[in-house]
């Protein structure tokens, strides 16, 4: 059995001048809405700016005037974004940002991107981009042409971390894991200081969190499993300062940065990521919504032989 | 519009004792084989020990005592081997191996490589596995359980290249090229001495060659276009030691090397493969048919800042 971590991603902007996504819309309104893409919400946790929710495939994050989705698995995040546009004056919305990441699994995906990008088009015209190669590691970006400008300091970053080390693999994968240890594992004690927690340990392995403070937010997903694992983390919180310590944790092979807004990209990740990853490709671009991406591949060169992975050809559910 | 260049690659070994694919079959046998996975023969060359069949989607070879097809975009080339082991006495049958690269456009396939092992498994058992990570090129391979043993000078090489220059791409997407100018670009007359070629320039682009040499072969197949392309070579010839020639004219960012029983493989990649390719990923496994698999692959870091492939949204297919 396989599963796809990798997330497909949804920003929604609104004009909170005509309307406030805290205070117009209510649980039922986003259980509906992430049902639409056969998900639904485990738990919450909220404070004066946010409200939270852990989904069973990954996060919804609701602010005043935005709300960021995150689904994984077989999700149509698609359909969630049409469901919010149609309930909502079109006036009120000032941008939507659609995301989507190469995934391990694309066979089994019920649409690629631009099945998704065609279905949102019907609602806003738009622009689209690939940021990294067709044959490794990218991201596909899709957002509306409305007038929206993001301010400078609308900073967010993404870390997606691959093929995590076996002891990290075998350590996330143990049987009985609760969310204690998990968050030891993490060390959130040390990084994560005064955030509200809100996680779950998923059967029979797999870890969500969502963590909240003041305006910072943190999301992390963890499919730990040995042959196909993967960690996303997306915050408010600075990612390349973080990473070292991400790093030392997951020892991943490979990881991807993503950051919206980040305007040091080229200094910091100098000065922050271990020396051991190596650069693979880099690509970046001023959006017409404002908003600076930057988009890096690297990698740990794997110069010890090893051996293939044999597939177990036994029962109905074969791995990849 | 995208095209999927990555192949599927069947062998199949039979007793010659007992069969000869040489004289026991006709071109008709051999069509109605390829008809099975949407592909038709378009042309064949022919000599003592071999005759080799330019298809629409790739290419046949066939020997006395085997076959190796490889068929690329949607084909589904494990009807074509599916239709040889119903035709052939199971006795005959020493050995079916069937191989399946990580594809670019995996979600546009009609089936993928667990669904064709059912299917194979419905003729013989078999072991399987993948070689590379699942998140990064990788290539499956099945082997049945037969009792057969690999010659030790029963070498194969294969040599896959990504994301060839922007000028190798501009020179082979030009409008109304033809086999003679393609020929002279990859400099034939310098490597292919003495083969008969059998090639075949495709509309609007794309390019196909058989070459055969007594017991020697070697195919070659180009998707050329910029933002997807992909060349593989799959000969008897040292691909490791004619790779310079080939890296200096197609300057691809990414290589995977797949041998079988190249016993110095590597000695020979020390030897061989220009410096600035670093290796990423090297697997290596004795099989139980006797053929010793090596797979490697290697990458040119791109460290200067790109813009990102911004996709074209008008009209009905738009490029991934």
Same mark, same amino acid.
């Given at each position: 059995?396989?599963?796809?971590?990798?997330?497909?991603?949804?920003?929604?902007?609104? +004009?909170?001048?005509?309307?406030?996504?805290? =205070?117009?819309?209510?649980?039922?309104?986003?259980? *509906?809405?992430?049902? =639409?893409?056969?998900?639904?919400?485990?738990?919450?946790?909220?404070?004066?700016?946010?409200?939270?929710?852990?989904?069973?495939?990954?996060?919804?994050?609701?602010?005043?005037?935005?709300?960021?989705?995150?689904?994984?698995?077989?999700?149509?995040?698609?359909?969630?974004?049409?469901?919010?546009? *149609?309930?909502?004056?079109?006036?009120?919305?000032?941008?939507?940002?659609?995301?989507?990441?190469?995934?391990?699994?694309?066979?089994?995906?019920?649409?690629?991107?631009?099945? +998704?990008?065609?279905?949102?088009?019907?609602?806003?015209?738009?622009?689209?981009?690939?940021?990294?190669?067709?044959?490794?590691?990218?991201?596909?970006?899709?957002?509306?042409?409305?007038?929206?400008?993001?301010?400078?300091? !609308?900073?967010?970053?993404?870390?997606?971390?691959?093929?995590?080390?076996?002891?990290? $693999?075998?350590?996330?994968?143990?049987?009985?894991?609760?969310?204690?240890?998990?968050?030891?594992?993490?060390?959130?004690?040390?990084?994560?200081?005064?955030?509200?927690?809100? +996680? /779950?340990?998923?059967? &029979? /392995?797999?870890?969500?969190?969502?963590?909240?403070?003041?305006?910072?937010?943190?999301?992390?997903?963890?499919?730990?499993?040995?042959?196909?694992?993967?960690?996303?983390?997306? $915050?408010?919180?600075?990612?390349?300062?973080?990473? &070292?310590?991400?790093?030392?944790?997951?020892? &991943?092979?490979? /990881?991807?940065?993503?950051?919206?807004?980040?305007?040091?990209?080229?200094?910091?990740?100098?000065?922050?990521?271990?020396?051991?990853?190596?650069?693979?490709?880099?690509?970046?671009? !001023?959006?017409?919504?404002?908003?600076?991406?930057?988009?890096?591949?690297?990698?740990? &060169?794997?110069?010890?032989?090893?051996?293939?992975?044999?597939?177990?050809? *036994?029962?109905?559910?074969?791995?990849?």
């Amino acid at each position: 059995m396989f599963f796809e971590g990798s997330e497909k991603k949804a920003e929604i902007i609104i +004009d909170a001048q005509q309307l406030s996504l805290l =205070q117009d819309f209510n649980d039922d309104f986003w259980s *509906k809405m992430v049902e =639409q893409c056969q998900a639904k919400i485990l738990s919450s946790v909220v404070n004066q700016s946010c409200r939270a929710f852990l989904l069973s495939e990954s996060s919804l994050f609701v602010w005043q005037d935005r709300l960021v989705i995150l689904t994984c698995g077989n999700t149509r995040l698609v359909n969630a974004v049409e469901y919010f546009v *149609k309930q909502v004056p079109a006036a009120a919305i000032l941008q939507v940002i659609y995301q989507r990441k190469n995934e391990y699994f694309a066979y089994a995906q019920p649409t690629n991107f631009i099945d +998704d990008v065609k279905q949102l088009k019907r609602y806003t015209d738009g622009k689209a981009y690939r940021f990294g190669e067709m044959y490794s590691h990218h991201n596909y970006l899709f957002h509306s042409l409305h007038p929206y400008q993001a301010a400078k300091d !609308d900073i967010t970053y993404e870390l997606l971390a691959y093929q995590i080390s076996e002891d990290a $693999s075998e350590h996330l994968t143990r049987e009985g894991l609760d969310v204690a240890e998990i968050r030891e594992y993490f060390q959130f004690d040390k990084w994560l200081q005064g955030f509200e927690l809100d +996680d /779950f340990a998923f059967e &029979p /392995f797999g870890y969500s969190l969502n963590a909240i403070k003041d305006d910072d937010y943190l999301t992390i997903h963890v499919t730990p499993q040995a042959h196909s694992s993967y960690v996303s983390f997306e $915050s408010s919180l600075n990612l390349i300062e973080l990473a &070292p310590t991400i790093l030392q944790i997951l020892n &991943p092979v490979s /990881f991807d940065i993503v950051t919206f807004n980040e305007m040091k990209f080229a200094a910091s990740t100098e000065k922050f990521l271990p020396k051991h990853y190596i650069l693979k490709d880099r690509v970046e671009s !001023d959006l017409d919504n404002g908003y600076k991406v930057n988009f890096a591949n690297y990698l740990k &060169p794997q110069n010890e032989v090893r051996q293939p992975r044999r597939l177990d050809l *036994k029962g109905e559910n074969y791995e990849l």
